[in-house]
């Protein structure tokens, strides 16, 4: 069984750093995508940040590129997210997300797994 489990978020200021991570077990990650989208209250789950397991390729939304970014531990199975330069409209209820064809990584779609999620707030 596949299990996503994210840790971080909280409170924070505008202008903070902050970051998540999200370990990942029931299955090898080889030729997996996984990434972060969020939610904000009243707004569709929006795309934030992915990587290809294997390659290591990233991809960013426009919003947060040169602000957030993400990585990944292959020994511990966990994808972390670095998030710089906070403003309040990054406040939303992040979700870790595992694709296991690796394809579509910025699109819902392309994920067969989410995490629970974990609340960012920024205030200003």
């Known amino acids: 069984q596949v299990q996503l489990v994210e840790s971080g978020g909280g409170l924070v200021q505008a202008g903070d750093s902050m970051s998540l991570s999200c370990a990942a077990s029931g299955r090898t990650l080889s030729g997996s995508g996984m990434g972060w989208f969020r939610q904000a209250p009243g707004k569709e789950r929006e795309f934030v940040a992915a990587i290809h397991w294997r390659a290591g390729f990233t991809y960013y939304s426009d919003s947060v590129k040169g602000r957030f970014t993400i990585s990944r531990d292959n020994a511990k199975n966990t994808v972390y997210l670095q998030m710089n330069s906070l403003k309040p409209e990054d406040s939303a209820v992040y979700y870790c997300?595992?694709?296991?064809?690796?394809?579509?990584?910025?699109?819902?779609?392309?994920?067969?797994?989410w995490g629970q999620g974990t609340q960012v707030t920024v205030s200003s």
């Open positions: 997300a595992l694709s296991d064809g690796g394809a579509y990584l910025r699109e819902r779609r392309g994920y067969n797994y």
